[in-house]
């Protein structure tokens, strides 16, 4: 899929994903001279690569920066950040500092201003999503889509991302115009997951409340939205309690609210990572830790 991945961006990062692809190659041939043998030592790294993605106990600290120039400042464990946007140098950097690197990209609706915009075909593009300019719900079922997702997945292994947040992985319970269903929305939301996983990165649930128990089990920690203001955040006590990281962003429209919003929410599940935000996802952030 590393092929596939070329076309999200220019000439020079091709190079560089050519280069690790090379790499990759010369250490398959390697492996595959040593024998049977070597059988039981790609066990043992199949072993150690699970073993190695991040899974965020309940508790752990972030920062969720979306838009604007990335403020490296705040001391928290993982950085929330977009897949697209954000140049491979920054997320090295990041993670040289001792944080965990989380990207961002929508599973689940068509960005208009994306460079693999033009690669979904038009058969598999449903309605626009209420309120997002730009974006329309993606036919999840469509084997293209799939293949481009997996493509921006290879492409989150070679910037360096330690996991990722795909956005969107709620068609089903939207007005798609694509007769999504709970099982399609199901099949693919577990497609992502396993596709994360084989290539080690740790992977979060993004909202899809409606889906908690069965996904619960194929993902390593969850992101919502607002659900202290939707009343929604009891239902991830069966998360949490299986030592699963919440992460947790409640809204303000005017920043100088932010406080007062925090000091209403905070000590109300403790356990959720919850976070006070701007919509547009800028560097500024209030954490209950520090209420």
């Known amino acids: ?6 076309t999200l961006f220019p000439d020079p ?8 692809g090379l790499v990759l190659l010369l250490a398959v041939a390697s492996a595959c001279a040593g024998g049977d043998d070597d059988d039981d030592d790609s066990s043992d790294n199949d072993s150690d690569a699970a073993a190695d993605i991040w899974r965020p106990a309940p508790g752990t600290t972030w920062q969720w920066q979306l838009s604007g120039a990335i403020d490296e400042s705040f001391d928290v464990e993982m950085y929330d950040i977009d897949l697209f946007d954000v140049p491979g140098q920054m997320m090295q950097a990041l993670r040289d500092s001792g944080r965990v690197v989380i990207c961002y990209f929508s599973a689940g609706s068509l960005e208009d201003w994306r460079e693999d915009a033009s690669q979904f075909p038009e058969e598999a593009l449903g309605n626009n999503l209420d309120g997002w300019e730009g974006e329309r719900w993606l036919d999840v079922t469509n084997a293209a889509v799939r293949e481009i997702m997996l493509a921006r997945l290879d492409v ?15 068609g089903y319970d939207n007005d798609n115009g694509l ?9 693919y939301n577990r497609f992502l997951a396993d596709a ?14 409606g889906q908690i128990d069965d ?10 939205e607002e659900c202290h203001a939707y009343d929604e955040c009891g239902a991830y006590a069966d998360f949490l309690a299986a030592g699963k990281a919440v992460f947790n962003a409640e809204y303000v429209d005017d920043w100088p609210d932010a406080p ?16 006070v935000k701007e919509w547009d996802l800028t560097a500024r952030r209030l954490s209950c830790d520090a209420v």
């Not at 007062?260 to 976070?275: K, M, N, Q, V």
């Open 179 to 187: 007769g999504l269903t709970e099982s399609d929305q199901i099949d």
């Open 260 to 275: 007062a919003l925090a000091e209403d929410i905070c000590g109300t599940f403790p356990d959720l990572s919850t976070i």
């Open 196 to 209: 994360a996983h084989a290539r080690g990165l740790s992977i979060g649930l993004k909202n899809d409340m």
């Open 1 to 6: 899929m590393l092929d596939a991945a070329y």
């Open 13 to 20: 990062f091709r190079a560089l994903v050519a280069s690790i």
């Open 215 to 224: 996904l619960r089990d194929d993902f390593d920690w969850a992101l919502n």
């Open 156 to 170: 989150a292994v070679v910037k360096g991302c330690d996991g990722v947040e795909p956005d969107n992985v709620d």
